[in-house]
């Protein structure tokens, strides 16, 4: 028999293979035992696991050291964490919660965001967030990249509207005066990609066919690097607490390997406390100057996007600092994850980074009854 519960929570993931079949075990653990710890009971299912016949799910919960399985009621809250480029995965998924719904009205804790290009115009609506903002367009043919580079210092930064962590991220850079192109960055599955084209035109037609029919963006080559020529950002976690309130949870500077053109931690990067590496890269009022300049915007970011986008819960935003100690607003990501906290011993930030969506959760159950 299912367990009655007023206030469950399910963690919605895609099934993979392994011991425990979904990703992020770790996580979903932690989430499960805070989850218990807030009076909330918390279990971990796939769309594949929903019986919607009988309204129940069968869903993963972890108690005594150990992952269980048995059938809940559905959630009253789903968080979601599934990550998926399966088109027909994801179709599934919508059908499956679309039919959930009308059988059990759920809360979801936070919505996705619709695309960096979607972010990109929301954002610049607000004149405060314009001069940190790198200037955007969409890629539509080898053509409009052309014209980009010839009027752009003959680079280019491309990345795909809905990639994550640097896949399919390109630096196009066309050389000296002749008509070679060099061509660095990352594949799908996060290989490198370092290759050279004789001629524009056979570089152009390469860059065509490796975007196919994903609408990408085109920015300007930002030297976004350290001392060392090695690529870093500033991620911020935006988290609402157990009051429905945003709070900054913590931040992390990462730093990618020197021939990436990305710092993602899933490209082989390393994580550092922030204001100690931005005090070591541009000097202590510099480095303190540029900390607080990101900390105030990424405090601005999150309210301005849910004027537009609906309710969130939590925001992953990647600043970028020039050799001049330029600010720039990279990405904002709204499935964000955390294992920077633990890799730079920001055990404080870790913790909260899993309270808060299960705090958040209670305040939204608790803001319904």
């Given at each position: 028999?299912?367990?009655?519960?007023?206030?469950?929570?399910?963690?919605?993931?895609?099934?993979?293979?392994?011991?425990?079949?979904?990703?992020?075990?770790?996580?979903?653990?932690?989430?499960?035992?805070?989850?218990?710890?807030?009076?909330?009971?918390?279990?971990?299912?796939?769309?594949?696991?929903?019986?919607?016949?009988?309204?129940?799910?069968?869903?993963?919960?972890?108690?005594?050291?150990?992952?269980?399985?048995?059938?809940?009621?559905?959630?009253?809250?789903?968080?979601?964490?599934?990550?998926?480029?399966?088109?027909?995965?994801?179709?599934?998924?919508?059908?499956?919660?679309?039919?959930?719904?009308?059988?059990?009205?759920?809360?979801?804790?936070?919505?996705?965001?619709?695309?960096?290009?979607?972010?990109?115009?929301?954002?610049?609506?607000?004149?405060?967030?314009?001069?940190?903002?790198?200037?955007?367009?969409?890629?539509?043919?080898?053509?409009?990249?052309?014209?980009?580079?010839?009027?752009?210092?003959k680079e280019a930064f491309l990345k795909p509207q809905m990639g994550t962590q640097g896949r399919r991220t390109l630096h196009v850079k066309m050389l000296g005066a002749g008509d070679e192109i060099q061509i660095t960055?990352?594949?799908?599955?996060?290989n490198l990609i370092n290759r050279r084209s004789p001629s524009l035109k056979l570089g152009l037609e390469w860059i065509d066919k490796f975007i196919g029919r994903r609408p990408f963006l085109i920015q300007p080559y930002?030297?976004?690097?350290?001392?060392?020529?090695?690529?870093?950002?500033?991620?911020?976690?935006?988290?609402?607490?157990?009051?429905?309130?945003?709070?900054?949870?913590?931040?992390?500077?990462?730093?990618?390997?020197?021939?990436?053109?990305?710092?993602?931690?899933?490209?082989?990067?390393?994580?550092?406390?922030?204001?100690?590496?931005?005090?070591?890269e541009y000097g202590s009022h510099t480095g303190r100057k540029i900390a607080t300049l990101i900390q105030e915007l990424a405090a601005k970011i999150p309210e301005a996007l849910e004027a537009h986008c609906g309710r969130?819960?939590?925001?992953?935003?990647?600043?970028?600092?020039?050799?001049?100690?330029?600010?720039?607003?990279?990405?904002?990501?709204?499935?964000?994850?955390?294992?920077?906290?633990?890799?730079?011993?920001?055990?404080?930030?870790?913790?909260?980074?899993?309270?808060?969506?299960?705090?958040?959760?209670?305040?939204?159950?608790?803001?319904?009854?």
């Amino acid at each position: 028999m299912a367990k009655l519960s007023k206030g469950a929570v399910g963690i919605l993931v895609a099934k993979s293979e392994g011991t425990v079949p979904f990703a992020e075990p770790a996580f979903c653990r932690n989430l499960c035992i805070t989850g218990e710890q807030q009076g909330l009971e918390v279990y971990v299912f796939s769309p594949v696991s929903v019986n919607l016949e009988s309204g129940l799910v069968a869903g993963y919960f972890y108690e005594d050291g150990r992952w269980g399985r048995k059938w809940f009621l559905p959630p009253d809250i789903i968080y979601d964490r599934y990550f998926s480029r399966d088109r027909r995965q994801l179709n599934q998924k919508q059908q499956t919660l679309s039919l959930l719904k009308k059988s059990h009205p759920f809360i979801y804790l936070t919505r996705s965001l619709s695309g960096k290009w979607s972010v990109y115009r929301t954002l610049s609506r607000y004149p405060h967030f314009i001069p940190y903002l790198p200037e955007t367009v969409k890629y539509q043919d080898p053509a409009g990249l052309s014209e980009w580079l010839n009027s752009h210092r003959k680079e280019a930064f491309l990345k795909p509207q809905m990639g994550t962590q640097g896949r399919r991220t390109l630096h196009v850079k066309m050389l000296g005066a002749g008509d070679e192109i060099q061509i660095t960055g990352r594949a799908g599955n996060n290989n490198l990609i370092n290759r050279r084209s004789p001629s524009l035109k056979l570089g152009l037609e390469w860059i065509d066919k490796f975007i196919g029919r994903r609408p990408f963006l085109i920015q300007p080559y930002l030297e976004l690097s350290n001392t060392e020529g090695e690529p870093f950002d500033i991620r911020v976690l935006m988290q609402k607490n157990e009051t429905g309130r945003w709070e900054n949870t913590g931040m992390a500077a990462r730093v990618g390997r020197k021939e990436s053109v990305t710092s993602n931690l899933h490209g082989g990067g390393t994580a550092h406390k922030a204001i100690p590496y931005l005090i070591s890269e541009y000097g202590s009022h510099t480095g303190r100057k540029i900390a607080t300049l990101i900390q105030e915007l990424a405090a601005k970011i999150p309210e301005a996007l849910e004027a537009h986008c609906g309710r969130l819960a939590e925001l992953g935003i990647d600043f970028g600092v020039d050799r001049n100690g330029k600010v720039w607003i990279l990405e904002v990501n709204s499935k964000p994850g955390r294992t920077s906290f633990v890799k730079i011993g920001d055990l404080r930030s870790a913790r909260k980074s899993i309270q808060n969506p299960m705090g958040y959760a209670r305040y939204l159950l608790h803001s319904k009854s």
